[in-house]
């Protein structure tokens, strides 16, 4: 029989807790709440709020209910063809973002690289995309770009009706994802005045509320998009310094292992490797 809960702290409690975060917005109070019930994956998640909701009733909010309807799209693999679709739809919005405000026109110069499980080809539920272009503002002034491409993504990504509706690139963020921005001068601040390493401080530019992401600084979408075929699946979106552009492909197509290993090799060594 399944145990009505785990103790805290336990292995067993530590990979419950990795099999119910692996749906967008939920994190660690939430899953941990869940595990306290006897509720260990998502599909004793759906199943219990099927009949009625009995253990995780008073948990979830409107936005973890709604995405648990479609947990098993966002929990599956993700095909090539679902990656070729999301990453033409990225360039197709941020081609339609000026660049610089004197030059209207579509702008040709972005790159956008696939990176994370999917590039190491290894089997994944989520698309990393990493968006540059050389003729961004360089260093710290990117606040609102990210933001701006959502926008004209629209109803490719959930949450999007509204911002479109209103028109609005401000109202692109909703409880259906998260957009962190506004963190790249707070490092170059760190760096300038103390010296600190910018992997000193992990929790900037994290992804919080159950939107994990790597430990950097860079401007970040953590959302779902939604496919032609009218299937959910995640989607990471970060905006990169065209110079940043090799040592974020490192960071964000992994493995952990291989990072950690790559920057102990730099430390040996006198010097230092970070995603930046």
Not at 16 to 43: D, E, F, V, W
């Amino acid at each position: 029989a399944r145990p009505s809960s785990f103790p805290l702290g336990t292995i067993d409690e530590a990979a419950a807790q990795s099999r119910l975060r692996k749906l967008p917005s939920l994190g660690a109070n939430t899953a941990r709440k869940l595990i306290a019930r006897g509720i260990m994956t998502l599909p004793d998640l759906a199943e219990d709020v099927r009949q009625g909701g009995a253990a995780s009733g008073e948990v979830l909010n409107p936005t973890q209910l709604s995405c648990l309807g479609w947990y098993q799209e966002l929990t599956e693999g993700v095909t090539a063809g679902e990656v070729e679709e999301m990453q033409a739809a990225v360039l197709d919005a941020a081609q339609r973002y000026a660049v610089t405000r004197s030059n209207p026109d579509p702008d040709l110069g972005w790159e956008i690289i696939a990176v994370g499980g999917g590039r190491r080809s290894d089997a994944s539920h989520d698309a990393d995309f990493l968006l540059a272009n050389p003729r961004l503002p360089k260093g710290e002034d990117l606040n609102g770009i990210l933001r701006n491409i959502l926008f004209k993504l629209g109803n490719k990504v959930m949450g999007g009706d509204a911002a479109v509706e209103q028109e609005d690139a401000a109202e692109v963020d909703t409880s259906f994802h998260k957009v962190s921005e506004g963190n790249m001068p707070k490092m170059w601040r760190r760096l300038n005045e103390k010296g600190v390493k910018p992997d000193d401080d992990a929790g900037l530019g994290g992804g919080g509320q159950g939107f994990r992401g790597n430990a950097d600084y860079y401007d970040k979408f953590y959302g779902i998009f939604c496919t032609a075929a009218g299937k959910h699946r995640r989607i990471d979106i970060v905006l990169v310094p065209y110079e940043q552009l090799p040592f974020a492909m490192i960071g964000w197509t992994g493995s952990k292992q291989y990072n950690r290993w790559m920057r102990q090799h730099a430390s040996d060594r006198g010097m230092y490797l970070s995603s930046h």
